[in-house]
C-alpha cells in the first residue's frame, strides 16, 4: 500500500509525501494553481506564513473527515491530508481575498517602481498586476524610512519592506551570526537597524536574492541598469567557500552583477558566498554554461535571445528555414 496521500487541488490530483504542505503539493502539480508566495521560502527553515498571498480554500478536510475548512488557509503552513480538496483559482472567493492582500501589501509599499532596481524581478509587481486593483482606501499617512547600508555592499531601503522575514531566516540559518532581525510589533514593526556596521560575513549577500521586493539591495549594482536590459548567463567556478554556482548577468561585455540561480518559484537553488557575488564580476573567472532560462512571462525575457521552438518547427524543414535567424541566436550568448 503507498504511503503516500491523494490531494486535489483545482481538480489535479496528485500523490505527495505525508507532511507535504499544500503549497509544495501545488508546486508538484506546477503551473498556473500554484499559489503566489511572497514570505515561505523552501530552503529556509521556518519560513511562510506572513504573507497571506497564498490563500486557498479547503472545500474538502478529507476522506476521513469530509468538512470544509471554515475560513480559507495559508497553503504554506497547512499540510495535505489523504483525500483533500482544495480551490486556488478555481474559487472566486480566493480570487477576491487575495486582492484584500495585495492592497494591504501596497498600503506602505512605494509604488516607485520605475526608480526601483528590483523592478521587472519583483514579486510584488508581479502580484500587483495580477491581483492589484488601480487605487487605495488608505487614507493616512504612509510609513516612511531613511536609506540605511548594510555593510559597504548591502543597502536597506525600509520603505518598500513587506516583513516577509526571509532576510531574518537567512540571518539565522546561513549565517555565522544573528546579525539582525525584526524590531517592534504591527504598524511599527522594521528590520533592525543596529546591524548596518555588522553584516560582514561569508552568505550575507543572499538577503539581496530572498528579499521579494527592493528593501534590499546590491550596492553593486544599483541604478547600473535594468535587468530586462542585461542577458542572464549560468555559470560556475571552482569556489572554497559555497558550489560557485552562479547566474552572471551582462551588459554588453561587462558583468553588471552576480546572483544566484533562481527556480521557476523565484527561489534560488543554491546560496552563494560573498566573494562570487561581490568580487568576482570578470568573465574570466568564470565557466560559461550558457543562457539563462527565464519564464517567457517575465519582462526579463523581452527581446530574449533564447528561442523556444515548439516541436513541430524542429521537425519541419520548411520551418527551420523559416526561423533560421531564432535558431542561430538561440546558440549564441
Ligand atoms: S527586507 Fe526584504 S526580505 Fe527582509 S523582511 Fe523586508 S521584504 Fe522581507
Ligand atoms: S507564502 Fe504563505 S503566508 Fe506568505
Not at 506564513?49 to 475548512?69: A, H, N
Not at 488557509?73 to 487575495?98: F, K, L, W
Not at 486593483?133 to 524610512?145: A, D, H, K, L, M
Not at 559597504?152 to 546561513?174: E, F, P, S
Amino acid at each position: 500500500m503507498s504511503d503516500k496521500v491523494k490531494v486535489t487541488i483545482d481538480g489535479i490530483t496528485v500523490e505527495v509525501e505525508p507532511g507535504t504542505s499544500i503549497l509544495n503539493a501545488a508546486r508538484q502539480i506546477g503551473g498556473d494553481i500554484v499559489p503566489p508566495a511572497m514570505c515561505y521560502y523552501s530552503k529556509l527553515e521556518g519560513s511562510g506564513g506572513k504573507c497571506r498571498t497564498c490563500l486557498v480554500k479547503v472545500s474538502k478536510g478529507s476522506e476521513k473527515d469530509p468538512r470544509p475548512m471554515p475560513k480559507l488557509v495559508a497553503s504554506c503552513r497547512i499540510g495535505v491530508m489523504d483525500g483533500m480538496e482544495v480551490q486556488n483559482i478555481t474559487s472566486p472567493e480566493v480570487i477576491e481575498a487575495r486582492k484584500g492582500v495585495v492592497e494591504i501589501l501596497l498600503i506602505n509599499h512605494p509604488l516607485d517602481c520605475p526608480i526601483c532596481d528590483q523592478a521587472g524581478e519583483c514579486h510584488l509587481q508581479d502580484l500587483s498586476y495580477a491581483h492589484g486593483v488601480g487605487n487605495s482606501r488608505y487614507e493616512f499617512e504612509r510609513r516612511t524610512f531613511d536609506k540605511i547600508d548594510i555593510g559597504d555592499k548591502i543597502q536597506l531601503h525600509m520603505t518598500r519592506c513587506i516583513l516577509c522575514y526571509r532576510c531574518v531566516y537567512v540571518a539565522n540559518q546561513i549565517t555565522d551570526n544573528r546579525l539582525h532581525g525584526i524590531l517592534g510589533r504591527g504598524d511599527a514593526s522594521e528590520i533592525s537597524t543596529y546591524i548596518e556596521k555588522a553584516i560582514d560575513n561569508d552568505f550575507s549577500g543572499n538577503i539581496i536574492d530572498v528579499c521579494p521586493v527592493g528593501a534590499l539591495t546590491d550596492k553593486t549594482f544599483r541604478f547600473k541598469n535594468r535587468v530586462w536590459f542585461t542577458k542572464p548567463v549560468d555559470a560556475h567556478r571552482d569556489c572554497p567557500t559555497c558550489k560557485g554556482n552562479v547566474t552572471l548577468w551582462y551588459k554588453g561585455d561587462e558583468v553588471l552583477r552576480v546572483t544566484g540561480r533562481k527556480d521557476q518559484f523565484g527561489e534560488v537553488e543554491d546560496f552563494i558566498c560573498n566573494t562570487c557575488r561581490f568580487e568576482t564580476k570578470n568573465t574570466s573567472s568564470w565557466i560559461i554554461e550558457g543562457p539563462r532560462h527565464i519564464a517567457q512571462t517575465s519582462v526579463i525575457s523581452a527581446n530574449h535571445y533564447e528561442f523556444v521552438p515548439l516541436p513541430v518547427i524542429k521537425e519541419n524543414q520548411v520551418l527551420i528555414e523559416a526561423n533560421k535567424v531564432e535558431f542561430e541566436r538561440a546558440t549564441k550568448i
